[in-house]
């Protein structure tokens, strides 16, 4: 019989015994466990090293934006494309930073940058839909993905989002992490940051938005433009509402504050010209980039243009087009306003509506100027041969052949006269009546005198960036030209031949250009122009604006088949151009003239920009003493006729297959013009 001593070690060692599968499972389970710490420990260190390689100076890089502002130092927008208005923390109202933080992580203040809870809650959404519905992003999250560019949809992305939001953590305070993130997040209708939004939804500086409207951009977060208010006004107020609830729910708010506040109406101030104005950022934003800054880099620039000008331009135009012609919505204006010395653009509309046509015919148009083209080709001429001042010309009919407008039969038209339709007289006239009456025929005439060469060289110092027609066509403006460019050109006439520096939108260093035309040609076109303000097709719209007899030197024009209106004046300081048109080639209408199409908008803003007290030309003037003789154009007070000019020298200029007349005892001069079959060489001359 066994012993106890015998039998104890057996009976311990079957007590303490574990059962062969459980061991098996048990040491299954610990490779398991060391494979899983050791991948675990491999994945940490990779996303590790992954998360440092990113820069964090990407976290403000994006918001060194370059801030616009207006030139009376009104904030405008951004130099980019993106609007953003840097805030601080202290600068948005509570409410906005309780609603953010209840609608988008509400233990914010409490993670290290992932919320497990919000995670767990997301993969099990994810696993029960077999693929990616939830994210369960952090605001650290979101901020990470938004600063890194971090994409798509997929694990290797969530995980090296996680790993950015800690090392965030780590670096940063949790208030900087909010300031970073209320400044980038996006939040539609191209606005990043709660500064840029504010304004943009509703008017006003995030500093005085309401309880209200601070859950209405929390509410947006998610889907800026599934949500957004202006186009989905339903569903903004139904994420308004849910937002307030969170932060009912989170304690921000009391029950009864947020039911009070989701009976209030969704209630939008947008701006349709986006921080306030559309074609004055586009522009402000294109010639910054022209100057190959970067954003940041200054860090503010001031503009030429006047907000409050530009918001009176904006209505303007649109009053004076939809008066023009009401059920014309194609019908388009633009305007620009320079300084006579800097070269400065003091205000500039780019057409009827930024947000339905963005295109800016003031900078980028190309249209034909027509007549209104007219002094910068009597003034080059002049500047060519200053003794054809005074010299007559023929008055009569002109072959078509010789201009080339609009076919090559019959006569040249004289569609740029206002008033009265010109009635040939038979005799002559001096070119500068020829100009005062935007005569078509003269001018042609004119320009085989000078040369039509001569006369193009003489134009192109004015460098226009279109070439110029061959033909005598280019001397009645049927060669189209960049508004800008016509504008520039015209200052020369204010600034005794000198056109402005280069125009531009971004305040700088000006270089004054060279002289294009001579003095005493240009005070002669100036004189006329200054006279022409007195027609009586002018005097109501110069009158309703304080205009009328303020010695300003102006000049309309349109084209042959009047699909353009121009009007272009200046005083000694500023020049002001006009443009009314299609972008395609159609006529504004079949009666349509500067002095109806152009010259009420031009009087209008350059009553606004003169602050109704031009600077003009006076007969005490310096400038006007440059004038070989006194203006000899007078128009009759109330009548719609021209006192005719007689004449100072005898010598008649110009040949003509209609007409060929001299003064009597005069000697005939002949000019160049183009050999054709139909137009004489030599025309007999009666004495």
């Not at 060692?13 to 899983?36: D, E, K, M, Y």
């Not at 929390?218 to 800026?224: D, E, R, W």
């Not at 005794?496 to 002669?524: K, M, N, Q, W, Y």
């Not at 719609?640 to 100072?648: E, L, N």
């Amino acid at each position: 019989m066994p012993t106890l001593s015998a039998i104890l070690p057996t009976h311990r060692a079957r007590n303490h015994s574990l059962p062969r599968w459980f061991r098996f499972i048990g040491g299954t389970c610990a490779v398991f466990l060391l494979i899983g710490l050791i991948a675990f420990a491999l994945v940490w260190h990779h996303y590790s090293a992954l998360a440092a390689t990113y820069d964090m100076a990407a976290l403000t890089r994006g918001q060194n934006e370059t801030l616009i502002k207006g030139a009376q130092g009104e904030p405008i927008g951004s130099a980019s494309e993106i609007e953003r208005e840097i805030v601080t923390l202290d600068d948005v109202p509570i409410t906005l930073v309780q609603a953010i933080i209840a609608t988008e992580d509400a233990r914010f203040f409490s993670h290290p940058g992932f919320d497990f809870i919000g995670l767990t809650r997301a993969a099990v959404k994810n696993f029960t839909s077999r693929g990616i519905r939830q994210g369960g992003s952090t605001i650290t999250q979101q901020l990470a993905r938004n600063a890194f560019g971090l994409q798509g949809r997929s694990y290797e992305r969530k995980i090296t989002e996680i790993f950015l939001a800690m090392r965030i953590e780590r670096e940063y305070t949790k208030e900087q992490i909010l300031t970073h993130y209320i400044n980038r997040i996006y939040l539609g209708t191209g606005c990043s940051g709660v500064g840029a939004a504010a304004r943009c939804y509703f008017g006003k500086d995030v500093h005085d938005i309401s309880l209200v409207e601070s859950a209405t951009l929390a509410g947006i977060i998610k889907a800026p433009v599934a949500f957004s208010p202006i186009t989905q006004p339903a569903l903004a107020k139904q994420k308004r509402d849910l937002t307030l609830q969170r932060m009912a729910e989170t304690g921000s708010i009391t029950a009864a504050e947020a039911a009070v506040a989701r009976d209030q109406p969704l209630t939008i101030s947008h701006d349709k010209n986006r921080v306030r104005t559309g074609y004055m950022l586009a522009a402000a934003r294109a010639e910054f980039q022209r100057l190959g800054l970067k954003p940041g880099t200054p860090p503010e620039m001031t503009m030429t243009l006047r907000l409050d000008w530009q918001h009176t331009l904006d209505t303007l135009v649109r009053k004076h087009l939809d008066t023009l012609a009401p059920k014309d919505k194609t019908l388009q204006g633009a305007v620009i306003v320079l300084d006579n010395t800097t070269g400065a653009i003091l205000a500039m509309q780019g057409g009827r509506d930024f947000t339905t046509s963005p295109f800016n015919r003031a900078l980028d148009g190309i249209r034909p100027p027509g007549t209104a083209f007219l002094p910068l080709v009597y003034a080059a001429a002049l500047t060519a041969q200053p003794d054809i001042t005074d010299a007559p010309q023929l008055d009569g009919p002109l072959d078509n052949k010789q201009a080339m407008i609009g076919g090559l039969t019959g006569t040249l038209g004289e569609w740029g006269a206002e008033g009265e339709p010109v009635a040939y007289t038979g005799g002559t006239i001096t070119p500068v009546q020829a100009l005062l009456e935007n005569r078509t025929a003269a001018t042609v005439r004119l320009g085989y005198q000078v040369g039509l060469e001569p006369l193009r060289t003489a134009l192109g110092r004015c460098h226009f960036s279109t070439p110029l027609r061959t033909e005598a066509a280019f001397t009645l403006g049927q060669s189209p030209l960049r508004l800008i460019e016509v504008a520039h050109a015209f200052t020369a006439i204010a600034n005794d031949g000198r056109t402005c520096s280069t125009p531009h939108l971004l305040a700088g260093p000006t270089v004054r250009s060279s002289e294009i035309f001579t003095p005493a040609a240009v005070a002669h076109v100036r004189d006329t122009l200054i006279t022409g303000m007195e027609r009586p097709e002018y005097r109501k719209p110069l009158l309703a604006h304080g205009l009328a007899r303020k010695s300003i030197a102006g000049y309309g024009g349109i084209t042959y088949d009047r699909t353009d209106a121009w009007f272009i004046g200046s005083d000694r300081q500023r020049t002001c151009l006009v443009w009314i048109g299609h972008d395609k080639d159609a006529p504004i209408s079949a009666t349509t003239t500067a002095s109806t199409a152009a010259l009420p908008l031009w009087a209008a803003v350059f009553a606004m920009v003169t602050e109704g007290k031009p600077k003009g030309w006076d007969a005490k003037d310096p400038a006007s003493q440059l004038l070989a003789t006194p203006p000899r154009a007078l128009f009759v007070e109330g009548e719609a006729r021209v006192i005719p000019v007689t004449p100072v020298s005898t010598v008649v200029l110009g040949q003509d297959p209609y007409q060929s007349t001299t003064a009597p005892g005069a000697v005939p001069r002949a000019i160049p013009v183009p050999e054709d079959d139909y137009i004489p060489k030599a025309i007999p001359v009666r004495q």
